[in-house]
């Protein structure tokens, strides 16, 4: 399984996690097997104000991700991933993305509930 956290810095597991997942400078990328992180990588992500909204979700949904965990997301992208295939999780307490990855392996991470998407 592959999950992908955005965040702030090119950190990777210790990287802190970005408040909006359109806004986000990088992706953590980890992947799972057997309840283990096998591989870490993080990518940049492609500029918002360039790009929108779309282009961050095409960007994102291009690296062939299972699951995406954010602190918060709109409904055009939790409906884009979701319509994917991709699982979208909510997480909003934890600060660095490899205790949240941690957080998700202990099953402590429950899957976004879209009445609480931002509308903006």
């Keep these: ?24 400078a990088y992706f953590t990328i980890a992947t799972i ?10 990518i940049k992500n492609v500029d918002h104000d360039q790009f929108g909204c779309g282009g961050v979700i095409d960007f994102a949904l291009s690296q062939n991700v ?11 992208p939790y409906s884009r991933f979701t319509a994917a295939g991709v699982a979208v999780y ?14 998700f392996i202990a099953g402590e991470v ?3 509930d879209p009445n609480a998407a931002c509308r903006h």
């Design 1 to 24: 399984m592959r999950v992908i956290i955005p965040v702030e810095s090119e950190q990777g597991l210790v990287a802190p996690r970005s408040g909006h997942f359109g806004h986000a």
């Design 33 to 42: 097997e057997n309840g283990e992180v096998t591989s870490v990588e993080t």
């Design 66 to 76: 299972d699951a995406i965990i954010a602190t918060g997301m709109g409904m055009p």
């Design 90 to 103: 909510a997480e909003r307490e934890t600060p660095l993305a490899g205790d949240v990855l941690a957080k």
């Design 110 to 112: 429950a899957p976004m």
